[in-house]
């Protein structure tokens, strides 16, 4: 009699190493369908601190325009900032603890608008100066243009410079780090820190183009959004009926 037994220790064996294969399918499959972070981003996380930062630097500065929202702290005191900027010029309003104005700049022409009050002070007496009651009549809710002689033009046309404001905003200390990945306005982004944060820190996005969208300062100096990148938006010095060519220097000012 002829026996079959070994013919069934291979089948057994057969459907054993099948069994085993196709487990471990399964587990490669599963391994294989983790999801990339990086899917259907710019690939900018991928790459070191410093090549990211330099991409985002270049980026912002490639950029026509860009909106700016946000607090800047510094030995003047904290400032309040709502700035859109474009290689001509930019314009916006700059809101201290004492007082707020609107800023325009048209190339080199700089216009200042605020209420009478911001151009007003108080006097020895503790009561505002005849001289400056005059000027804030003529002044007050006008665009007053700025000489450019005046101690004033170089700090606040800074607010209104597109290449100034970035290179001051995204000035990180300390050696680069990545940190983590965030959602910021709706992007995805990574984290570039001077130091472990402590020298500022800005968020890049990995949507699209590698802008910066959210800036950090170093020491507790503030926090800016930055939004609209290389979206047009119109800018055109004042009509001359809504303007005041004060001349000189300006007077003082409560701010």
Not at 14 to 29: I, K, N, P, Q, S
């Amino acid at each position: 009699m002829t026996s079959f037994a070994p013919a069934v220790r291979n089948h057994r064996r057969t459907a054993l190493a099948l069994v085993l294969c196709g487990g471990l399918t399964v587990v490669l499959a599963a391994c294989g369908t983790e999801e990339d972070p990086d899917k259907g981003t710019n690939g900018v996380a991928r790459l070191s601190a410093a090549e990211i930062d330099k991409k985002a630097r270049a980026a912002a500065e490639a950029a026509s325009a860009v909106r700016l929202s946000g607090t800047l702290v510094s030995k003047g005191g904290t400032y309040r900032l709502e700035m859109k900027l474009n290689a001509k010029g930019g314009m916006g309003s700059v809101t201290s603890k004492k007082q707020s104005f609107a800023l325009l700049r048209v190339e080199d022409e700089l216009f200042l608008k605020a209420p009478a009050e911001f151009w007003t002070h108080e006097g020895s007496e503790g009561g505002s100066e005849t001289g400056d009651v005059a000027a804030a009549d003529k002044l007050g809710g006008k665009y007053v243009k700025v000489p450019e002689g005046d101690p004033s033009y170089r700090q606040l046309r800074g607010f209104t410079d597109k290449k100034v404001l970035l290179d001051g905003l995204l000035a990180l200390h300390g050696k680069l780090n990545k940190g983590g990945r965030d959602t910021v306005a709706g992007q995805r982004t990574i984290q570039i820190l001077g130091g472990k944060g402590e020298g500022g820190a800005f968020d890049v996005s990995l949507e699209k183009e590698p802008y910066p969208v959210r800036v950090a300062r170093a020491g507790g100096g503030g926090t800016v959004s930055l939004a609209d990148w290389g979206q047009a938006f119109p800018l055109e010095a004042p009509e001359k009926d809504d303007t005041v060519d004060y001349g000189g220097q300006l007077p003082k000012s409560s701010g």
